[in-house]
């Protein structure tokens, strides 16, 4: 049987791509849409900025054809102020909606938006109804556990949230408290997943970094499907492999040096194409050591990259790389 949110069929068991800010862009999402990922989201958008027509809050409401399906992120501490956003975000067209009640940091908790609404589930409810009522696209949330292990109060908020119109909820296994420590704890998750009164689709999030890990906590906690987020930065092949594990039963071979330094060139050319030359290039910075994890002695090349503003000598570096490393074991055989 297909998970479906809306009229979107995500197929038996669908892998989400994670928001995350200043990373779950459109260059990082191409790459992570050849990794095999069924849904995806962009990362968190302030609604006030939004309103404001802030370019740079306005910019993060691109998308493109070949990211179907995709859910626009928002997120905010007033509820006009997020009906109002979510009927400017569903004109950039994305396939659903997606509401912050995740975030923990401070200058987004702490200002009555993100997890904060963890606090107050009434007000969390009568966002979330504002934001069903605005747009015509399936709304989906994220949150967490609870605010803190006082207060775990997300079964509440799945029930509730669903008898207002939510189409699924992703669940990150920690607390607000907890912030990104500790182990992620999915028994809660599976707890609502048993709950007779839940029909929506619920997804597990928190900590999955592997195939195996993917295919015993599927069993264990029962969810309809898995969103991955930090697994997926410089490693888009994570989506492939655990479908591959869940299909065999064996784990896939992973990514050649040439598919990583493909992967590498792919994600910086759609950098450049998405935000010009200049910020393409700079932006990209952040992912060149996560392409090139586990890759002995590889701190010379990416200081060099990580400085260099020539695109020409940038792909010069990439295929030193593919020289001086050809003969290195592939990466998963090499840990
Ligand atoms: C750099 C970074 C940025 C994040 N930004 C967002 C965001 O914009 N919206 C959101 O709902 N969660 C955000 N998160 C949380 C992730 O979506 C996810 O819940 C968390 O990383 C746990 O999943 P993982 O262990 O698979 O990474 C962010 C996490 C990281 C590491």
């Not at 609870?146 to 939510?166: C, H, M, P, S």
């Amino acid at each position: 049987m297909s998970v479906k949110i809306g009229n979107i069929d995500l197929g038996a068991f669908p892998l989400l791509l994670a928001p995350m800010e200043d990373v779950s862009d459109p260059p990082f999402r191409y790459v992570c849409k050849q990794g095999g990922a069924d849904l995806m989201y962009t990362e968190f958008i302030s609604s006030e900025g939004l309103i404001r027509d802030a370019a740079k809050s306005r910019k993060k409401l691109d998308i493109f054809e070949y990211e179907r399906p995709i859910g626009i992120q928002i997120f905010g501490s007033d509820i006009e102020s997020m009906r109002e956003a979510t009927e400017i975000a569903t004109l950039a067209g994305p396939d659903l909606m997606d509401i912050n009640y995740g975030c923990p940091v401070k200058n987004v908790a702490c200002r009555g938006a993100g997890a904060s609404l963890l606090q107050d589930i009434d007000k969390m409810v009568k966002m979330t109804e504002a934001v069903v009522k605005a747009t015509h696209l399936p709304v989906t949330v994220k949150t967490r556990l609870g605010w803190d292990d006082n207060t775990k109060n997300v079964e509440e908020v799945a029930e509730r949230l669903q008898d207002i119109g939510i189409q699924a909820l992703t669940i990150h296994g920690r607390t607000r408290a907890q912030l990104y420590k500790g182990e992620a704890d999915w028994t809660l998750i599976r707890e609502i997943k048993r709950n007779p009164r839940v029909k929506i689709p619920i997804f597990g999030n928190g900590d999955v970094d592997s195939p195996q890990k993917a295919a015993a906590w599927r069993m264990e906690y029962e969810v309809d499907g898995i969103m991955i987020g930090r697994a997926a930065i410089g490693y888009p092949w994570i989506f492939r492999e655990v479908k591959h594990f869940f299909e065999t039963g064996e784990l896939m071979a992973g990514p050649t040096l040439e598919e990583r330094i493909i992967a590498c060139r792919t994600h910086l050319d759609k950098s450049i194409e998405w935000k010009g030359p200049k910020v393409g290039v700079f932006e990209m910075r952040r992912h060149y050591a996560n392409y090139f994890k586990g890759l002995p002695d590889f701190k010379p090349y990416r200081m060099m990259l990580v400085k260099e503003e020539n695109i020409a000598t940038i792909h010069e570096l990439l295929d030193e790389v593919a020289v001086k490393y050809e003969h290195v074991l592939p990466f998963s055989e090499m840990a």
